[in-house]
């Protein structure tokens, strides 16, 4: 992976003001993914929006590692239900 779409955890960590313990404990439960390069740990830029989705539900919310992985779960599962509502009605409109 080129390091032009990686983002350093150190560095994001300190311009969103939280430790670097929290991005750890993240990926050791799975809600993130996490690349060792040189010494040095990154994330991948698209998981950028989740990564400020999950400090968000965390500090405004309060809510725990656990809370989290479902809320995401449960996002998931509603994407692929709207993508196969979406699916299903192109279908139908060929019958109509």
Do not use: P
């Not at 779409?5 to 809600?31: H, K, S, T």
């Not at 994330?43 to 989705?53: C, G, H, S, V, Y």
């Not at 500090?59 to 590692?65: P, Y």
């Amino acid at each position: 992976m080129e390091t032009q779409e990686l983002i350093i955890v150190e560095v994001f960590c300190q311009e969103y003001e939280i430790e670097v313990n929290f991005i750890r404990d993240l990926e050791a439960f799975g809600l993130i993914e996490t690349i060792v390069q040189k010494e040095q740990r990154y994330f991948d830029k698209n998981q950028l929006a989740t990564i400020e989705k999950i400090i968000r539900l965390h500090n405004d919310l309060n809510i725990n590692k656990e809370g989290i992985d479902i809320i995401l779960n449960l996002q998931e599962k509603e994407n692929q239900l709207l993508e196969e509502i979406k699916y299903l009605r192109n279908r139908l409109g060929l019958y109509e």
